[in-house]
């Protein structure tokens, strides 16, 4: 691509008539489809959710453009994905995170994960998400404090610990096996659609998410295959491991609570690092859901983050074998190819 | 009797996904880096480690448990292990040469696979900590399973890391070093995995 | 052969770590400092150089079939000394290397391939060989040691400066916790494997070379 756009003349076959869909287009759509979210996160948290937001995508985008001089590479701050990134790495952080954390994560998630790898593209896991498992390893105690929805925090440094603050999540009652609204957290189903929950800025709000995730599908630049494969499973066996007298209130508090929507709508659609091909996208959709409900259950975490992350992981792996046969190639091919590239 | 069995089973699946030898116990990361070049290699790779770690696991119990402890020759468990593994490995290559004749031996050969932190790591592992020949031989096949989902999975990521463009200090090694530790990184969301009750 | 570089061979050219890719898991899993770094190299180089020496000075008296295994038995017994040495005189450092300390050996043979150089030179250039790349996997886990131990402890020089502390060079709360564990080990190496391949100038694919290694 950057090849061509270099030239003033390009010899290239058809077709000829350009589109002005590019990365810039569907990344610039993907900021839209995240607004209403974070007009949520800021309702509910006070400016700093914004401001958290603001210093993430700047610290992304100067991440990413300090990497590209320091190699003397082409600049492509332009074309919004590190934007993208800064935004759903904040997204995924509560409210309380101090600015130089999230910065941290920035440059994790834009330079080991992303530009090592060679930038847009080139990386295998997302890095937003990257980003995120990177600090709640690092700094766990500042990336699992709960802010009651409510608490208006200004731009300054939230206080840490403060009683009447911090809140229990659903999820956390998720994990002990009740539903929220008979364990400690005492939230309502409707709260939990808007968003009137404690947990990360961008994650609270399933309707907003929903909104985001439309107009995605609607403007062509998500399919609904993950999505609806990754929800699909997790509402099955969410629906198995339910406890027997609320079954259909179980499944719509696993759907609701913690990462998922955000996750399922933005981050596993992520065009670089899952599948390419229709049937990998439905069981990189089953995996994350398989993923997502083992570690919620088993796993004492909330698991969506790492079941993207482990699918995405798993990506390559689902494309090599769902790679539809080419037309009319003998069905011998494979064999030799794989002859052919052996060992090293 | 199934009470042992679940007890194994959560010992199979705490080594596979909690303390996976690769990226939790950080054993074998030589054979994990060379030998995921293509995902054949890899599946070479990870089964030839998954079958010699199972039998030196098999060996090495009974030896350290009735010859070594009574004795009093602890001090030379390294070499003996060492021997026993060493033996294992050329018995196995005479055997695949007498089943598969003229065929390539699937992994990079003898004394690497052999001298291999990962089969030794965890035969000194079972020595010190564990009680039952069962046991020891659990740890043994789920330590093997374990290395080979971890280095299929890298193979598959490597395969595509042909097209990476990275800087030219980091190409080769450093970036499979980097690769790997974000391997690590996904699978510490197993860490806190409780199964059993 | 050329001693300077011989040394820079083990150094850079032909570092055991970063481009014979030999002893990887020990130099990932035990850098969670500079000091655990150093003393695993320290300790691998002693008892690399001493192996060395041995093999070349008994090759003559070994026939060829036994060689690979006298290697073997040779390495273990050193290693096995070494391990109660470092139990007696530092019980602390001990603890650290885990289990990690037994496997010496293992890191050795790999290192020193078995004997292959020592079978083929003399005593002299064998144990110099063997401080050479035994300093070359030193350099490499001290650098991965520091790195991780700035990183995620904030500190610089911890179990040995300062009573056992460390000089603080920024306060634990900012320390990257994460990078004590696997992960750290593997970036660490990464970065430090970067910064050889750096040096050494025209960095090729690694295959290429492992058969410089073999060659040289």
């Given at each position: 691509?950057?090849?061509?756009?270099?030239?003033?003349?390009?010899?290239?076959?058809?077709?000829?008539?350009?589109?002005?869909?590019?990365?810039?287009?569907?990344?610039?759509?993907?900021?839209?489809?995240?607004?209403?979210?974070?007009?949520?996160?800021?309702?509910?948290?006070?400016?700093?959710?914004?401001?958290?937001?603001?210093?993430?995508?700047?610290?992304?985008?100067?991440?990413?453009?300090?990497?590209?001089?320091?190699?003397?590479?082409?600049?492509?701050?332009?074309?919004?994905?590190?934007?993208?990134?800064?935004?759903?790495?904040?997204?995924?952080?509560?409210?309380?995170?101090?600015?130089?954390?999230?910065?941290?994560?920035?440059f994790f998630a834009i330079v080991v994960v992303k530009q090592l790898f060679g930038g847009l593209g080139k990386n295998f896991l997302n890095p937003a998400?990257?980003?995120?498992?990177?600090?709640?390893?690092?700094?766990?105690?500042?990336?699992?404090?709960?802010?009651?929805?409510?608490?208006?925090?200004?731009?300054?440094?939230?206080?840490?610990?403060?009683?009447?603050?911090?809140?229990?999540?659903?999820?956390?009652?998720?994990?002990?096996?009740?539903?929220?609204?008979?364990?400690?957290?005492?939230?309502?189903?409707?709260?939990?659609?808007?968003?009137?929950?404690?947990?990360?800025?961008?994650?609270?709000?399933?309707?907003?998410?929903?909104?985001?995730?439309?107009?995605?599908?609607?403007?062509?630049?998500?399919?609904?295959?993950?999505?609806?494969?990754?929800?699909?499973?997790?509402?099955?066996?969410?629906?198995?491991?339910?406890?027997?007298?609320?079954?259909?209130?179980?499944?719509?508090?696993?759907?609701?609570?913690?990462?998922?929507?955000?996750?399922?709508?933005?981050?596993?659609?992520?065009?670089?690092?899952?599948?390419?091909?229709?049937?990998?996208?439905?069981?990189?959709?089953?995996?994350?859901?398989?993923?997502?409900?083992?570690?919620?259950?088993?796993?004492?975490?909330?698991?969506?983050?790492?079941?993207?992350?482990?699918?995405?992981?798993?990506?390559?792996?689902?494309?090599?074998?769902?790679?539809?046969?080419?037309?009319?190639?003998?069905?011998?091919?494979?064999?030799?190819?794989?002859?052919?590239?052996?060992?090293? | 009797?199934?009470?042992?069995?679940?007890?194994?089973?959560?010992?199979?699946?705490?080594?596979?996904?909690?303390?996976?030898?690769?990226?939790?116990?950080?054993?074998?990361?030589?054979?994990?880096?060379?030998?995921?070049?293509?995902?054949?290699?890899?599946?070479?790779?990870?089964?030839?480690?998954?079958?010699?770690?199972?039998?030196?696991?098999?060996?090495?119990?009974?030896?350290?448990?009735?010859?070594?402890?009574?004795?009093?020759?602890?001090?030379?468990?390294?070499?003996?292990?060492?021997?026993?593994?060493?033996?294992?490995?050329?018995?196995?290559?005479?055997?695949?040469?007498?089943?598969?004749?003229?065929?390539?031996?699937?992994?990079?050969?003898?004394?690497?696979?052999?001298?291999?932190?990962?089969?030794?790591?965890?035969?000194?592992?079972?020595?010190?900590?564990?009680?039952?020949?069962?046991?020891?031989?659990?740890?043994?096949?789920?330590?093997?399973?374990?290395?080979?989902?971890?280095?299929?999975?890298?193979?598959?990521?490597?395969?595509?890391?042909?097209?990476?463009?990275?800087?030219?200090?980091?190409?080769?090694?450093?970036?499979?070093?980097?690769?790997?530790?974000?391997?690590?990184?996904?699978?510490?969301?197993?860490?806190?995995?409780?199964?059993?009750? | 052969?050329?001693?300077?570089?011989?040394?820079?061979?083990g150094l850079l050219t032909r570092n055991p770590v970063a481009v014979r890719l030999v002893g990887l898991c020990a130099a990932v899993a035990v850098t969670?400092?500079?000091?655990?770094?150093?003393?695993?190299?320290?300790?691998?180089?002693?008892?690399?150089?001493?192996?060395?020496?041995?093999?070349?000075?008994?090759?003559?008296?070994?026939?060829?079939?036994?060689?690979?295994?006298?290697?073997?038995?040779?390495?273990?017994?050193?290693?096995?000394?070494?391990?109660?040495?470092?139990?007696?005189?530092?019980?602390?450092?001990?603890?650290?290397?885990?289990?990690?300390?037994?496997?010496?050996?293992?890191?050795?043979?790999?290192?020193?391939?078995?004997?292959?150089?020592?079978?083929?030179?003399?005593?002299?250039?064998?144990?110099?060989?063997?401080?050479?790349?035994?300093?070359?996997?030193?350099?490499?886990?001290?650098?991965?040691?520091?790195?991780?131990?700035?990183?995620?402890?904030?500190?610089?020089?911890?179990?040995?400066?300062?009573?056992?502390?460390?000089?603080?060079?920024?306060?634990?709360?900012?320390?990257?916790?994460?990078?004590?564990?696997?992960?750290?080990?593997?970036?660490?190496?990464?970065?430090?494997?970067?910064?050889?391949?750096?040096?050494?100038?025209?960095?090729?694919?690694?295959?290429?070379?492992?058969?410089?290694?073999?060659?040289?």
């Amino acid at each position: 691509m950057k090849e061509y756009q270099d030239r003033k003349l390009t010899v290239a076959p058809s077709p000829h008539i350009g589109s002005p869909v590019g990365t810039r287009a569907f990344m610039l759509d993907v900021l839209i489809a995240l607004v209403p979210a974070l007009a949520m996160g800021i309702f509910f948290f006070g400016p700093r959710a914004l401001a958290l937001t603001a210093v993430s995508v700047l610290g992304c985008e100067v991440f990413e453009g300090l990497y590209r001089l320091a190699l003397k590479k082409p600049g492509s701050g332009g074309d919004l994905s590190a934007a993208v990134t800064g935004v759903l790495l904040a997204f995924a952080c509560p409210v309380s995170m101090p600015y130089w954390i999230i910065l941290i994560g920035d440059f994790f998630a834009i330079v080991v994960v992303k530009q090592l790898f060679g930038g847009l593209g080139k990386n295998f896991l997302n890095p937003a998400l990257a980003g995120r498992v990177f600090l709640s390893l690092c700094y766990l105690p500042e990336m699992t404090l709960w802010i009651r929805p409510g608490t208006k925090f200004w731009l300054g440094l939230a206080q840490t610990g403060a009683d009447g603050v911090s809140t229990a999540t659903p999820m956390a009652d998720l994990h002990n096996g009740v539903l929220p609204w008979m364990g400690t957290s005492g939230v309502r189903l409707h709260d939990m659609f808007y968003g009137n929950i404690g947990g990360c800025i961008g994650e609270v709000s399933a309707l907003a998410l929903l909104f985001g995730g439309a107009y995605l599908v609607l403007r062509g630049v998500i399919h609904l295959r993950i999505p609806a494969a990754y929800l699909g499973t997790v509402a099955v066996l969410a629906y198995a491991t339910a406890p027997l007298t609320a079954a259909s209130q179980w499944v719509l508090v696993q759907l609701l609570g913690g990462g998922l929507m955000l996750g399922a709508l933005f981050m596993a659609t992520d065009y670089v690092t899952t599948p390419c091909t229709p049937w990998g996208e439905v069981l990189f959709g089953i995996g994350c859901g398989i993923l997502t409900v083992f570690l919620r259950v088993f796993g004492g975490v909330e698991g969506v983050s790492y079941a993207i992350l482990l699918m995405n992981v798993c990506a390559p792996l689902l494309e090599k074998f769902t790679r539809p046969r080419r037309y009319g190639a003998p069905k011998g091919r494979r064999k030799k190819e794989e002859k052919g590239g052996g060992e090293k | 009797m199934s009470g042992s069995f679940f007890s194994l089973m959560s010992i199979a699946l705490g080594a596979i996904l909690v303390s996976n030898v690769v990226f939790s116990q950080l054993l074998g990361a030589g054979p994990f880096l060379k030998g995921s070049g293509s995902l054949r290699a890899a599946l070479g790779t990870g089964l030839a480690v998954t079958l010699v770690m199972t039998l030196t696991s098999a060996a090495c119990w009974p030896v350290n448990e009735y010859i070594l402890v009574p004795n009093g020759l602890k001090f030379v468990e390294m070499a003996i292990f060492l021997l026993i593994a060493v033996f294992l490995v050329e018995l196995l290559e005479l055997l695949w040469r007498k089943l598969a004749p003229g065929r390539e031996l699937p992994s990079t050969g003898g004394l690497p696979l052999a001298a291999n932190c990962a089969v030794l790591g965890v035969v000194l592992q079972n020595v010190q900590n564990v009680s039952s020949f069962l046991q020891s031989l659990t740890y043994g096949v789920a330590g093997g399973l374990g290395f080979l989902l971890a280095i299929l999975l890298f193979a598959g990521v490597r395969e595509r890391l042909e097209f990476a463009e990275c800087p030219k200090a980091f190409e080769g090694l450093p970036i499979a070093l980097v690769t790997a530790g974000l391997l690590a990184l996904c699978f510490t969301g197993f860490s806190n995995l409780n199964i059993f009750g | 052969m050329n001693i300077g570089k011989q040394i820079k061979g083990g150094l850079l050219t032909r570092n055991p770590v970063a481009v014979r890719l030999v002893g990887l898991c020990a130099a990932v899993a035990v850098t969670t400092t500079l000091l655990n770094g150093l003393g695993m190299g320290l300790c691998v180089t002693a008892v690399l150089i001493l192996s060395n020496g041995i093999l070349s000075a008994l090759w003559f008296y070994l026939p060829q079939r036994l060689r690979t295994i006298s290697a073997i038995m040779v390495t273990a017994a050193l290693g096995g000394a070494a391990d109660l040495l470092i139990q007696a005189f530092f019980p602390a450092l001990a603890g650290e290397l885990g289990l990690f300390l037994p496997l010496v050996p293992v890191t050795v043979i790999l290192l020193g391939g078995a004997g292959t150089y020592a079978y083929e030179n003399t005593v002299a250039s064998s144990m110099l060989e063997g401080l050479c790349q035994g300093l070359g996997y030193t350099l490499v886990l001290t650098l991965a040691g520091f790195l991780r131990e700035l990183l995620g402890k904030g500190s610089f020089g911890f179990g040995f400066l300062e009573g056992g502390q460390g000089i603080r060079l920024f306060p634990e709360q900012y320390a990257a916790l994460g990078l004590n564990g696997p992960v750290g080990g593997f970036l660490a190496l990464g970065c430090v494997a970067a910064l050889v391949q750096y040096f050494n100038g025209r960095p090729k694919r690694t295959k290429k070379k492992e058969k410089e290694g073999a060659k040289g």
